[in-house]
Structure formats: structure tokens, C-alpha cells
């Protein structure tokens, strides 16, 4: 593997069909990225523009 990014590495391993045998670089990080995926509550700026955009929608169609 000398010479050559860990990601050219993998993507060889890909192309000659050996799989995704690598281990992880940072095993804790494994951990702690699938305790903060699934769903969040929306931020007040992304609630605030969805209120904007329905209002602009009701404008538009004239309800």
C-alpha cells in the first residue's frame, strides 16, 4: 500500500472484488456517528421559511 491514499487502496480492493476488508480509522467514531443519525427536530430558521413559503403559496393561488 505504499505510495497510494487509503481511498485508492479501497477502490482497487473494490474493482478486483475483494471486498471492504478495511478496518475503520477511528473505531469510536463508528459509535458516535450511529448514536446522532435518525430523525431531528427541525431548526426555527428551516420552520420559519417553510411558514414563509406555504404564506407565499396561499398569496399565489389567492385561497
Known sequence: MSGKSRTRHKKQL????????????NPVAVAARQRSAGAH???????R????????????EGD
Open 14 to 25: 473494490i474493482a478486483n472484488g475483494k471486498g471492504l476488508a478495511l478496518p475503520p480509522r
Open 41 to 47: 427536530r427541525k431548526s426555527p430558521s428551516a420552520i
Open 49 to 60: 421559511q417553510q411558514h414563509a413559503r406555504k404564506l407565499a403559496k396561499m398569496v399565489r
